[in-house]
């Protein structure tokens, strides 16, 4: 894999490199889980959903017939990255979260 544009940081004391260019066809599962475990990291603490509040919505998503491989059906998103942010919901025409 060829990392177009990378971006280095540190997850769990490991140096971690953020590929900002590649394809999800291009990552590893387990290099897919940390570029999504950087990015619910960095984000601001003012936008971020509360720790709490995010277990409960993943919970649900879990729980959900709509979810597949991690992503959501609805809408086609990760549902860890959807629930992550304090301003975001469930796409569900009746929302669960």
């Not at 649900?60 to 998103?77: T, V, W, Y």
Request: proline share 2%.
């Amino acid at each position: 894999m060829g990392m177009d544009k990378q971006e280095n940081g540190e997850l769990n004391g490991k140096e971690l490199r953020v590929c900002k260019k590649c394809l999800l066809r291009d990552l590893n599962e387990g290099e897919l889980f940390q570029t999504v475990q950087a990015y619910v990291e960095r984000l601001e603490e003012d936008i971020k959903t509360p720790k709490e509040e995010y277990g409960r919505r993943l919970g649900i998503c879990k729980e959900c017939e709509d979810l597949l491989g991690g992503m959501c059906r609805i809408c086609g998103c990760y549902v860890e990255l959807r629930a992550a942010v304090r301003s975001h919901y469930c796409p569900a025409v009746k929302r669960k979260w």
